[in-house]
């Protein structure tokens, strides 16, 4: 069993930033993703990470301004989000698919980019 728990999500002027943190209760072997779902539509991936971290992909509406990375001795994944927009706005999910086939989801940290 493997426990995720996402933080660093709050109310942020457009144009502004932050990072999000998924920490995991044990070291995690496989992908990790970021998805969000914003009020009255589907749950969407934003963005996702190797195992080794050495590859990542984003959702072409996030590229440029999310980095996605992951620190194997802390257990933790980060979403860093700059020039934040208002349809950014969302509930942000942590995921894991580990290389055993089993799939952890965290309970979601809510981001909302408003003036």
């Known amino acids: 069993q493997v426990q995720l728990v996402e933080s660093g999500g709050g109310l942020v002027q457009p144009g502004g930033s932050l990072r999000l943190s998924c920490a995991a209760s044990k070291r995690i072997f496989g992908v990790m993703r970021w998805y969000r779902q914003a009020p009255g539509k589907e749950r969407e991936l934003v963005a996702g990470?190797?195992?080794?971290?050495?590859?990542?992909n984003y959702a072409d509406s996030v590229k440029g301004r999310f980095t996605i990375s992951r620190d194997s001795y802390k257990n933790t994944m980060y979403l860093q989000m700059n020039s934040l927009k208002p349809e950014d706005t969302a509930v942000y999910y942590c995921n894991v698919f580990t290389i055993g086939g089993i799939e952890y989801w965290g309970q979601g940290t809510q981001v909302t980019v408003s003036s």
């Open positions: 990470i190797s195992n080794s971290g050495g590859s990542t």
